[in-house]
């Protein structure tokens, strides 16, 4: 036998004739698979004499089996932690099926890499639409496995697509990337081994067969056929496993369209959605052509939520045909071009339809240029549009000379309805209004209204475009007066022509109209209530925008608009419950004064909620308001708007005294997150509000934090304020929980001696009042020194009431040179009123008179209805002379002083 490889004969000896035709079979090194340490073992083959084939009576379609081939030391499984050195079969003269440059092949993964991310995917580490995408780094990229990303999750509708994306022409080959992976076909050697492998599989011998297809998969790891068998091995026992390897064989011969079908079908089966989807994907670009492929694919996307899917699959399905697909361009481009304008995705329709117009124009019928025109008109490609006529519906253009304007236009009488329209559309949006002058009475005439009513609107609002309102109202007229189109909308845009024509009284009627036969068309009844505003006519303005909170779904802005208008008519009751009602958007309605208390109760937003809901599980009731009103997301008012809509409320009740109200607005706009940026604004205006409606509780919890955070001295007034109105002690546990935290001299000392004196404890007060006098001396310190030494000498049973009262009257000395000129006044009756009290009557006169003789200082005269103390001053006087029975003094004093 001729053979083209070394042999040697086998050392051992043999003792039959069988034995003596067995030899070693031993490759060139070259073709071993080598580490460092080992070689692969040689394989033995059993050889045959022809002589002795000649000699035995066979039918040649027979096999003849040969014994088993030993194979030794083969890896069970890939091994991608030691290096290996691959067969150079370029030298066997396999040819490539693609060739590559030394550039593409850097782009390319290794060959570990390849093998690592292999045996990540049959590990079960990643999906097999993540095993393609790493698989495919370097390689050739199209389009549709760019979708497969956008469709994986079912509940989430994909991005737009753009033209790039869907609708690219498949000749500028914009997607492709790089160079497409070679794939490798086993040389002789190895596909002997792959049919000893196929042999062994067949006659059981499983485990045999898998070691085989594991050494050709780590010496060829691009050739698919040891995927396949090792896909039929696992298929019984392991179906996962199977289709693990399928999907790789799959990979490595990618042009079998009916086999990535397959694998659609039984991942389908399986549940696995990514990895179906992907298989489709495979699928079509082996055979781009397959229109059912496309729509299966499309349609199960669409059944898990992907609305678009289908508008995705013809677009690139219209780009695979060529021109000899004319009846299909032209099915598939209507039906995309129907489903784009549904989504309002004109561009893509245009591209779509563009096909039909490029491709197979012998086929282009008055259908496919209605459709198209209807395409164009929207995205403003009048001129496209224009040629389209021109070239499929013969109508006739003429221009002026050595310029693009229109000095006539044709139309053929027999041209239908539609095109016409659509033609006089054109012709006003390229801005020759006076050709379509000459073309509107001709479709006036022919034209039944009743009929073609859309058309006469479609022109119209061409007209209405071009701001010309009357040409606009000869076409509406009929409309309005018509039995089939006498509709709001109609109506609307009548309305919309006469205030471009400034005639508010006709627009009001057109307006109303509207309102009558749409009552819930609220754009209608805003520009109703505008020009009835322009009119003067507010009330009716508020009655237009009236909405029934129990059957309409409330519209914020109308509510605004309304709400203002209220305050303008001073409906105020009315704009109150307006206002609050717009609040409840995103505002808690407060149910009680207890939850109004709650939300004092901390500054953070969430907590305040939490309070809330949980004084109402507490009490039993529900956490939300039943039958709350319902609103639809339209436009809404800017925040800012809205905030100074809360200003004007919380100011006129205010200035209505309505306290109460007051109160209720600001807290209810402390649960609002829209207004979490004017939290401490709206907190001051809750804190005004309690202090007006004389609620101490609740005001003294906004005004402890706000001590805490702003220690200024206007935070110390309101603390004083809420002090001077509490119904409780609990600040006075603060006072002294604060006392240790502050400087030697503070406003808290002065709060705390306050406190200490009016609770009668004058020792601690006097104390207070001296230390603090001591630091830093001030005319009020020592007015109160004063006060609480007259308060201890009036004691019934206090000792040294010389010394006190001589005391009192040296700090109210010292009190009148610190005030100054500017408070002489002031200081004048402070000193007579102590005198007065001490019934020392001539002294408090003498004080008195200085009040009411002196002039008052410049500030006291500015404002004298605030700072004056005549009435005052005359009013004790007349009590001092009616003390002693001089009635005729005293009346005197009243006369002149306090009389109005």
Known sequence: MKMDIK???????????????????????????????????????????????????????????????????????????????????????????????????????????????????????????????????????????????????????????????VASPKPQKAAKSRSRRPRRNLPPALQGLMGEANLRYARGEIELATQICMEIIRQVPNAPEPFHTLASIYENDQPEKAMQFQLIAAHLSPKDSELWVRLATSSLASGNLRQALTCYSKAIQASPKDIELYEIRAKLQEKFGDKKAYIRAYSKLLHQFGPEDGVHIVAYARNLAERCMKENMYEIAADGMDNIFKKCPQLVTLAEVNIMIDILIPLRQFTKCLDILISYAKIIIEYVPESTSIAACYIPADLPVDLKAKCIITVIELNAITIADTLIPDFLTTENPEISGDLFLDIAEAFMNKKEFRRALDLLEPLVNSQNFSLAAVWLRHGECWIGCKDLNKAIKSYEMVRKLSPLHLEARMELAKLYKLKGQFNKAVQVLKQDIEKDSLDPAVIYERTKLLLKVKRYDEFFESGLLLLSRHCITLRSRLELTALSRTSALRQRTEILYRDRLSRGEPLHDENAPTFCSKEDPTKKQEFNLVLQMCHLACKLKKYGLMQRICFTTLTSKRFAAENSQIMYLCLIACIRNNDSFAGFNIVRELVRSKKRSKAWNLLNIIIQRAEDSRHNRFMMRQLGKEDVFSYLHILHANNCLVSGTYKYALNDYISLFKVKPSALLALLVAVTCLQMACQKFSSKKNQLVTQAMAFLKTYMELRGEQGSQEANYNMARALHQLGLLTGAIHFYSKVLELPAPELVEQHSNLLDLKKEAAFNMHLIYMQSENHQLARTFLENYITI
């Not at 043999?14 to 090194?29: A, F, H, M, R, Y």
């Not at 050195?85 to 550039?103: A, F, H, I, R, S």
């Not at 995408?133 to 079912?154: H, Y």
Request: aromatic share 4%.
């Open 7 to 165: 042999m040697e004969v086998s050392s051992e000896e043999t003792d039959t004739e069988e034995d003596s035709n067995k030899i070693d079979l031993v490759l060139p090194q070259k073709h071993f698979i080598m580490d460092n340490n080992a070689v692969l073992a040689p394989v033995e083959i059993e050889e045959l004499d022809p002589e002795s084939i000649n000699k035995m009576n066979l039918n040649m379609g027979e096999f003849i089996e040969a014994e088993a081939i030993k194979i030794h030391n083969i890896p069970d499984q890939l091994s991608v932690s030691q290096p290996v050195q691959y067969v150079d079969y370029n030298q066997l003269n396999e040819p490539m099926t693609d060739t590559m440059t030394d550039t593409e092949e850097q782009n390319l993964l290794s060959v570990e890499e390849e093998n690592l991310i292999t045996k990540q995917f049959l590990n079960g580490e990643l999906t097999f639409s993540e095993f393609t995408e790493k698989m495919d780094q370097g390689v050739e990229i199209e389009l549709e496995e760019i979708e497969i990303s956008n469709t994986v999750n079912p509940a989430s509708e994909p991005p737009p697509q753009t033209n790039s994306q």
